[in-house]
């Protein structure tokens, strides 16, 4: 499973120009399901990014977690985060998770979240969508959780 973190003041996302989610401070969470991805990947991705301290404390250190700073979840699905660029200039997507396997383990993803943080707001699943944000820092962080068969693949 992969996800892209943005520490933002501010995010929301519009499908058909209706906003359907948007937090304050907080994180903006890109997030995209692979092959051979199954719930435990994705409960493993949401205590990574809920425990990950990339807020400042009070002497200005990356050392509070969204958690800690009671900060937003806004969860956007984004199977482009697969994207291999290895070859030719047109992206594959091939690593990405089947669409009904990518839906539900987005969906599982976001009932966990909302079991577990205070604020989540969600994207729309394969819904063309804009996300308007405000990068705090600006801190951008990549995270991969690999499903548990592939660590053993060495």
Not at 2 to 12: G, K
Not at 39 to 53: H, N, S, V, Y
């Amino acid at each position: 499973m992969l996800s892209l973190l943005q520490r933002v003041s501010e995010a929301s996302v519009t499908v058909e120009g209706q906003c359907i989610g948007q937090i304050r401070h907080g994180l903006l969470v890109l997030l995209c399901a692979e092959q051979g991805d199954t719930a435990t990947e994705a409960d493993a991705m949401l205590a990574k990014i809920l425990k990950l301290r990339i807020f400042a404390d009070e002497q200005g250190r990356m050392n509070r977690s969204v958690q800690d700073v009671e900060g937003g979840l806004l969860v956007v699905s984004q199977f482009t985060l697969a994207a291999d660029t290895r070859r030719g200039n047109r992206p594959g997507f091939s690593a990405a998770a089947a669409p009904d396997i990518g839906r539900s383990l987005y969906e599982h993803f976001l009932a966990r979240a909302r079991e577990s943080h205070s604020e989540v707001a969600a994207g729309r699943f394969g819904a063309d969508m804009k996300v308007h944000l405000v990068n705090d820092g600006p801190v951008t962080i990549p995270l991969r959780i690999a499903p548990a068969h592939a660590a053993s693949d060495d």
